[in-house]
């Protein structure tokens, strides 16, 4: 079977100009809030790199191509499959407990499984762990990563019931997935 797609080995004339009057274009729009980086490749090589809006808009901080970006939900697929490998390799099972990886775990959400982490039907309650709250990385009080539960919780959270019974319902869940990375890291 031949691909209908078309390989070239330049990318094509006047693409770096072409990109940045696009961005500059779509970033002046009133209707586009674009802030961030972008970087425009062809073949492994770089052709246009730029950076609009703020970094940080209460201290007027420019984004630059430097500038680093929380990634948000993005990582979520890659802790699933790093937690299914280690099921592959034999060294968890996604049906265990998730108090057998994490000592620190709380009593009362002793039936949580790390398939309802993965699942997000754990039934964990909304924790408000200044460490979420923070989500643009900047402040110096952002307690990242997330060495222990105490890091991801205030005194006293885990004495919270979870929302629902693990495996009843459905409720979005970050901090399910922070606790799947401390699984993988330990």
Known sequence: CQSSIRETRVPPENSARQASAYMTRRAATRDFTF???????????VIYRGAFGRADREYDIPNSVDTPFRTGSAPKQFTAAAILL?????????????A???????????AVT????????????????????DISGLSATARTPFATLSD???????????????GTDWAYSNVGYIVLAMIIER
Do not use: C
């Open 35 to 45: 802030s961030g980086a972008v970087l425009v490749g062809h073949r492994g090589d």
């Open 86 to 98: 280690l099921e592959q390799r034999g060294v968890l099972s996604v049906e265990d407990p998730v």
């Open 100 to 110: 057998r990886y994490l000592p620190d775990w709380p009593r009362t959400w002793s």
């Open 152 to 166: 991801l919780m205030k005194p006293g959270e885990e004495l919270q019931p979870l929302d629902f019974t693990p």
């Open 114 to 133: 790390i398939h309802n982490l993965l699942s997000h039907t754990g039934g964990l309650p909304r924790l408000t762990t200044a460490g979420l709250a």
